[in-house]
């Protein structure tokens, strides 16, 4: 018979504590919930914003999307991350930009994995921070993956239906849907170009996005050299998660 161990039982208590906390709940609520010292419970939560099985705003603490693919039934986080290495730091060499993967998180995307470029200007974000869906180009992906209606809905429900921003996707939608391929030119951030390509898993949803990112006065010039590259990480990164 197995051996219970007290650091996996703690572990999986935590998840199960958050998971039936909808709201979200704090670190020192989750330890008396847990039954264990604050210093204790921070520790393993650290571990776990790490990792993305949780995630924290405004103090609270949810599920995080590492517990979502996690639990797909062929497209798992860690195999994701561990697939995407080689390809991240293929496409940066090839391209002299930086590469990052990014992730759907609720209404946010968030960076799992990056490797920066060589080059002495070079743009790089912080890992495991959520950016905005409806203007990155990782966002893009995620957004246009949606049927039209919930597409609509989206947008309505965070009073964004009338934003420049939600005409840019209605816009680019068809386009986006079409070629796998999503642009940012300095939408976001002055100066920065950022070109996504859409990972999809085993029920062919969009489960990530591979992204070329570096300064629009470079990245643009070269879009039609770039672009094959990424679609072709990304629908490599694809097939390898569907075996």
Known sequence: MPKPHPTVDRVVTILEA?????????VSALARRVGVPKSTAHTLVQGLLSTDFLEEQ???LSLGPGIDLLASA????????RLADEELAALAADTDETVHMSIRSGDSVIIIAQVESTQ????????????PLLTTSSGKLFLADLELPEL????????????PAADIIRNQRDDIRDKGIARNIEESV???????????????????ALVVAGPA???????????????DAADRLSARLKR
């Open 18 to 26: 958050v998971a039936g906390e909808p709201g979200g709940i704090s």
């Open 58 to 60: 405004s103090g609270l």
């Open 74 to 81: 062929r497209g798992g986080y860690l195999k994701l991350r």
């Open 120 to 131: 002495p200007i070079r743009y790089s974000v912080a890992l495991h921070e959520p950016r």
């Open 152 to 163: 609509e809905r989206f947008l309505a429900e965070r009073g964004e239906s009338t934003s």
């Open 190 to 208: 002055a100066g920065v170009c950022t070109i996504g390509a859409a990972v999809r898993g085993a029920t062919d949803a969009v489960v990530a």
């Open 217 to 231: 006065v470079r990245v643009v010039p070269k879009l039609d050299q770039v672009e094959p590259k990424l679609r």
